[in-house]
C-alpha cells in the first residue's frame, strides 16, 4: 500500500506541472507587457541615458531569469528532484527583485506598471508554495526540505520587502 506522502506526491504533481505552464505563459505575457511598457516611456518620456540603459538592460535579466526558473521547474517534476525545485524557488528571489524594481525604483513608474508587477508578485509566490509543497513530498533528504525552505522565504522576503516599499511612496 502506498504511502500518504506518495499519495499526494502523486495526486499534486499533474496541477503543479499544468501551474508551472500556466505561469510561464503569464509571466511571457507580462514580461512583452513591460517591454512595451517601458518603450513607450523611451519614445515620449525624457530619460537619462544611463537610466534608459539600465532598465534596456534589466529587461533581458528578466526573461533569461525567467526562462530558467520555468526549465529548471520542468526538469524538477519530471526527474522529482526538490534539489531543482529549490532552485527554482531561489531564482524567485532575484525575478522578484527585478520586478520589485519596475515596480518602485525606475524614473517613471506608470500604473500599468505596479498592476503588472502586482500580477507577476502573486504568480511567483503563488508557484513558490506550489513548488515547495511538491518539493518537500519529493525530497529524499532534509537538505532538499531546508533550501525549499530558505527559497520560500527568499521569495516572500523580497516580494514583501517591495510591496511595502510601494506602499509607503
Known amino acids: 500500500m502506498a504511502s500518504l506522502k ?24 507580462l514580461w512583452v ?22 532598465e534596456c538592460l534589466l529587461l ?14 520542468y526538469w524538477g517534476h519530471t526527474t522529482r528532484t526538490a534539489v531543482l525545485l529549490a532552485v527554482h524557488v531561489f531564482l524567485g528571489s532575484a525575478v522578484a527583485t527585478i520586478w520589485g524594481y519596475f ?13 503588472m508587477c502586482g500580477i507577476s508578485f502573486g504568480f511567483l509566490v503563488l508557484g513558490s508554495f506550489i513548488a515547495t509543497l511538491i518539493g ?15 527559497g520560500t522565504f527568499a521569495v516572500c522576503t523580497a516580494v514583501g520587502g517591495f510591496a511595502g516599499f ?3 511612496l
Open 33 to 54: 507587457g513591460l517591454a512595451v511598457s517601458t518603450w513607450y516611456k523611451a519614445t515620449t518620456l525624457t530619460y537619462e541615458r544611463a537610466a534608459l540603459a539600465q
Open 60 to 73: 533581458p535579466a528578466l526573461l533569461l531569469t525567467q526562462l530558467c526558473r520555468f526549465q529548471l521547474a
Open 136 to 150: 518537500v513530498l519529493m525530497a529524499e533528504s532534509k537538505v532538499g526540505i531546508v533550501l525549499l525552505a530558505f
Open 6 to 29: 506518495t499519495t499526494l506526491e502523486e495526486l499534486l504533481s499533474g496541477p503543479a506541472y499544468l501551474w508551472v505552464a500556466l505561469e510561464e505563459k503569464c509571466s511571457m505575457a
Open 166 to 168: 510601494y506602499s509607503s
Open 103 to 115: 515596480m518602485t525604483l525606475q524614473i517613471y513608474v506608470l500604473r500599468f506598471d505596479v498592476v
